[in-house]
């Protein structure tokens, strides 16, 4: 099966399905895959040594295995701890925030997979296509939620004073 089909339907599903259909929080997901990449970035190395010293490790390429798991284990987490936690009204706030999961994480994982899959993946049409939105999708996602976050600020109601 094409790689690119692999890679953008697994994000789609994961991080613009499901969401919407579990009302989670969208706005957290994208937020915690932009926390992913950091952690990624910051501790895949160290992660893949101590998985390497496990046994049967040999054969697969663990760096990459690795770097996608520290970037998708906590916004999958967020997925299910906030299953039911948006209101049906708030729908609409999630939508943009979903769709850019989706575009960051496929480009975040392509980034990851080993060499040969990954210039798979990026000669593939579908991927072609989808690639000049991947810095809009970072900015959408990123103004959406931080007009979600202010939105949604609970209000502080200054009590009266009694006599």
């Not at 990624?40 to 490790?57: E, G, I, K, M």
């Not at 520290?70 to 609409?92: E, G, M, R």
């Not at 900015?139 to 109601?157: D, E, R």
């Amino acid at each position: 099966m094409d790689p690119a089909i692999l890679v953008i339907g697994a994000s789609f599903i994961v991080f613009g399905i499901l969401p919407i259909v579990l009302r989670s929080s969208a706005v957290l997901i994208f937020l915690t895959l932009a926390a992913g990449e950091l952690l990624a970035r910051l501790t895949a190395q160290d992660a893949t040594q101590l998985v390497r010293s496990l046994p049967a490790t040999s054969g697969l390429p663990t760096y990459s295995i690795v770097q996608i798991v520290l970037l998708t284990v906590v916004p999958i987490l967020i997925l299910f701890a906030y299953k039911n936690s948006s209101k049906p009204s708030q729908l609409f706030f999630h939508i943009l925030p979903a769709v850019a999961s989706v575009l960051v994480c496929v480009l975040l994982v392509t980034a990851k997979l080993p060499y040969e899959t990954k210039d798979a993946v990026e000669s593939s049409g579908i991927y072609g296509s989808i690639e000049p939105f991947f810095s809009v999708a970072v900015a959408a996602g990123l103004l959406s939620s931080a007009f979600y976050v202010i939105s949604t600020k609970p209000k502080h109601h200054k009590d009266k004073k009694h006599k």
